[in-house]
């Protein structure tokens, strides 16, 4: 019989394997070398068949993104081979949806009517929020395996579910932890920033990869956002029409707090929350996350630079949140909810959500809110320490720095004890809501 070797020890061969390609690919420069926007093009077009992407626009933001890849993130074996996957994933994609709305147009006349999108600091509780609200099954959210292979040309749903959740657990190989800090599988609903990444106008690349000059000209112009947000809507008229049914959408991404005009301008009978956390336990959590994301993808990774990488991204976040305050200039007024409210007690806050958009949570949805709390307490996430000098941060001047918006919002600081009763209900009744 053949020794079996354990995980753990795969993980380290591997690991080494890599690292020693690396080294390797590095001596003769290949890891460096351009990253040629045409090349990919042409593979996406040759696997699908097909040639109209429906919109030239894409070109240049695909083109800034993979010269800020190659010239800035110090690809590894595996980043590099993920960029070029991820890459000809979405434009196969686009070709192959374009190709179905091209021959039935009335996919696009599909209605996307009143949309709740959920959005704030990143691990603020917008993935707990999303899929505690899920539970009615009057809701639809994009699902991991239906962003990754939209298209039944992939193959079978339950073939495409297998495939992502096998790349998946590939993926929890080169990047241990992940799974710890966002636990996910092939049917758990997926950010937005997985869709609006197929025109490559996405700050999931900035996650991934350090791509400053590809954030900076994504930062530069709001307007920027808006053709990632039109097709955004195509995205959802494509999976819609495939199940047949219209349901409600319901949409999470801290993303969405740096799209908004956008968002107003696309959906225009949009519905709007904001989950508020202290910001400093955010920060931690994010950076964290992001060290964990990017190291598979990287040859040269400093996690002291994350923390400020990340401090500053939110705090534009949040100086966006407060300039908006209650009033995006849509129908009905923000929702806001708290994280402290949100996991010590889920059933309210939900129901304080509904009020406010003048909607009415089923029984069942209560129930079964219930069995997953009891089940997933904290939606499913593990106890995490963190040290503020490991991400280059220090607690005081963060504090300083977020003071305004907690102050803005009410946010408790989560190292005090909170003796308020629960805020969001309270801010999710706010006078002058609408009723659908």
């Known amino acids: 019989m053949r020794p079996q070797l354990s995980g753990d020890l795969t993980l380290s061969i591997l690991t080494r394997a890599l690292h020693l390609s690396d080294v390797a690919a590095g001596w003769f420069g290949g890891l460096d070398r351009p990253i040629e926007p045409d090349d990919l093009i042409r593979i996406a077009r040759r696997q699908t068949g097909l040639h109209d992407f429906g919109d030239t626009s894409i070109i240049g933001p695909l083109t800034r993104l993979l010269e800020s890849c190659s010239s800035e993130s110090a690809l590894s074996l595996v980043g590099r081979s993920a960029t070029r996957w991820d890459v000809v994933r979405f434009l196969s994609n686009l070709l192959t949806i374009q190709a179905a709305t091209a021959s039935q147009p009335k996919i696009a006349d599909g209605p ?8 704030g ?8 929020l999303h899929r505690l ?42 990047a241990p932890g992940f799974h710890a800090l966002h636990p996910l599988d092939a049917r758990s609903p997926q950010e937005c920033s997985e869709i609006t990444a197929h025109v490559f106008r996405s ?21 920027r956002h808006l053709p990632a947000y039109r097709f955004h809507k195509r995205f959802l008229q494509y999976l819609q029409h495939q199940d047949g049914l219209e349901r409600r959408w319901v949409l999470k991404c801290p993303e969405h707090i740096f799209a908004l005009e956008a968002i107003k301008t696309v959906y225009p ?103 997953y709390v009891a089940a997933k307490p904290k939606g499913g996430y593990g106890a995490h320490s963190y040290r503020f000098e490991d991400h280059g941060l220090d607690e005081a001047d963060e504090r300083a720095k977020f003071r305004p918006y907690m102050v803005r919002f009410g946010v408790t600081p989560e190292d005090a004890p909170s003796t308020a009763p629960n805020r969001s209900r309270d801010l999710v009744s706010t006078p002058g809501a609408s009723s659908p």
């Open 112 to 119: 996307v009517s009143q949309p709740i999108f959920i959005t």
């Open 269 to 371: 009978d949009a519905r709007l929350i904001f989950v508020h956390r202290d910001p400093v336990k955010v920060l931690l959590s994010q950076a964290q996350l992001t060290e964990v994301l990017r190291r598979p993808f990287t040859r040269k990774l400093d996690p002291k630079t994350l923390g400020p990488h990340e401090s500053r991204r939110w705090l534009d976040g949040t100086k966006r949140m407060m300039a908006v305050g209650d009033d995006a200039g849509l129908p009905e007024s923000v929702c806001h909810v708290h994280h402290l409210d949100l996991i010590s007690d889920p059933v309210s806050t939900v129901e304080g959500v509904y009020r406010h958009f003048g909607m009415s949570l089923p029984a069942q949805a209560v129930q079964t809110i219930e069995g």
């Open 203 to 223: 700050l999931r690349f900035d996650t991934n990869y350090n791509i400053p000059s590809y954030r900076a000209w994504m930062d530069a112009d709001v307007v």
């Open 121 to 128: 600091l990143p691990r603020s509780g917008t993935t707990f």
């Open 133 to 174: 609200m899920l539970t009615d099954q009057v809701n639809r959210a994009p699902t991991v395996w239906e962003t990754i292979f939209p298209s039944p040309r992939a193959g079978s749903r339950a073939q495409r579910i297998a495939r992502v959740d096998r790349q998946l657990k590939a993926f929890e190989h080169l």
